[in-house]
């Protein structure tokens, strides 16, 4: 994974903070939307992804670590889609919305940037082993 000149780990610092904002997103629709599950499904994808890209910190090989982040890219992914589903119902703000999203895209170029470089550092990019 990629991390900054001081030795921080990017990604990690990014998935962290953009999870503190779906707990108080969820926070904001369970007090204001009662009876739905949605503040509880992005809540789940949303906190997923820090959790996920954290674990993969402790991968047991290449392929583990590459498959942790692929887990997290797809948890992402969820994220996304409840964000979309949240402003089409009108339950949150576009600005809202599109803060949240911004950030999603964010992690989601920087999560498939961490595993093409794994790919290709261990020659298994495209499901291919270098020979």
């Known amino acids: 994974m990629s991390s900054s000149a001081n030795g921080k780990n990017i990604l990690k610092d990014k998935s962290f903070r953009f999870a503190v ?36 910190g402790q991968a047991e090989s290449a392929a583990d670590f590459v498959h942790k982040l692929s887990i997290a890219l797809k948890e992402c992914d969820e994220t996304i889609y409840w964000l979309d589903l949240l402003v089409e119902c009108n339950k949150i703000s576009s600005d809202q919305y599109s803060h949240l999203k911004t950030l999603a895209f964010e992690l989601q170029a920087m999560l498939t940037a961490s595993i093409m470089t794994v790919k290709k550092k261990t020659g298994k990019l495209h499901g291919k082993t270098a020979v």
Do not use: K
């Open 21 to 56: 904002e779906i707990v108080h997103l969820s926070d904001f629709l369970l007090e204001n939307f009662t009876g739905y599950r949605l503040p509880n499904q992005i809540l789940g994808s949303g906190t997923s992804i820090g959790a996920t890209i954290r674990e993969a």
